[in-house]
């Protein structure tokens, strides 16, 4: 189950993307990408399997981090 911090993230990002879905580029900038990997990983918070859940958490990791050296050198 999510705390009600988790779901008030979330809810504040299903705010965000309302409206982004129909743009056919939307998730490939580096800045929706970041959100999309912090969602990722506040998902998969709730995922019992703890090695399943490392590693989809790592992977948004990454995508966290490389996204956002590309937002901080533009």
């Known amino acids: 189950m ?5 779901l ?16 056919p580029s939307w998730g490939r900038r580096p800045t929706s990408q970041i ?3 912090l969602a990722l990983r506040d998902l998969a918070g709730g995922i019992e399997n703890t090695e399943l ?3 989809i958490q790592g992977g ?8 956002s050296q590309i937002v901080a050198r533009d």
């Not at 999510?2 to 988790?6: A, C, D, K, P, W």
């Open 2 to 6: 999510l705390s009600q911090e988790s």
């Open 8 to 23: 008030s993230f979330l809810l504040r990002l299903t705010d965000y993307f309302k409206g982004h879905w129909e743009d």
């Open 35 to 37: 959100l999309v990997g």
């Open 53 to 55: 859940r490392a590693q």
């Open 60 to 67: 948004a990791d990454k995508v966290i981090g490389l996204n």
